[in-house]
């Protein structure tokens, strides 16, 4: 009987606990369901670019745009032949993400010998 009153109380502690924590630290939007639809659809390609922005958008508003988010956007820039916009998302990505450097540096240099244009996903 102890055993389960003090197991109750734990649970109860715990979900009191994560009832007040928030559920992410960063602003993700719609970008999941639009990654999902733009992979099954790559026609819905508008429709996850504009998820990618207002994800940001918000991000922006509460410092808090979810990782990847501006260099996925950049990324279709670039495919779109948009050299100058990507490169502004990719930086502020390594501004925000020092981690991202590596991959993103590499991105940048080959964009800059070999532009892109088309739009497959």
């Known amino acids: 009987?102890?055993?389960?009153?003090?197991?109750?109380?734990v649970l109860a502690t715990l979900l009191g606990m994560c009832a007040c924590a928030p559920a992410t630290r960063f602003n993700w939007g719609n970008y999941e369901d639009a990654l999902y639809r733009y992979y099954?659809?790559?026609?819905?390609?508008?429709?996850?670019?504009?998820?990618?922005?207002d994800a940001i958008d918000r991000g922006r508003a509460q410092n808090s745009i979810a990782p990847g988010?501006?260099?996925?956007l950049g990324y279709l820039y670039l495919e779109d032949g948009d050299q100058a916009r990507a490169r502004v998302l990719f930086e502020e990505e390594i501004t925000r993400f020092p981690e991202a450097r590596l991959f993103l540096a590499r991105i940048i240099d080959n964009s800059?010998?070999?532009?892109?244009?088309?739009?497959?996903?």
């Open 1 to 9: 009987m102890r055993r389960t009153l003090t197991g109750t109380l």
């Open 40 to 53: 099954k659809s790559p026609a819905e390609r508008d429709a996850y670019r504009t998820a990618l922005i």
């Open 69 to 72: 988010l501006l260099a996925e």
């Open 112 to 121: 800059a010998t070999r532009p892109m244009a088309g739009g497959s996903p």
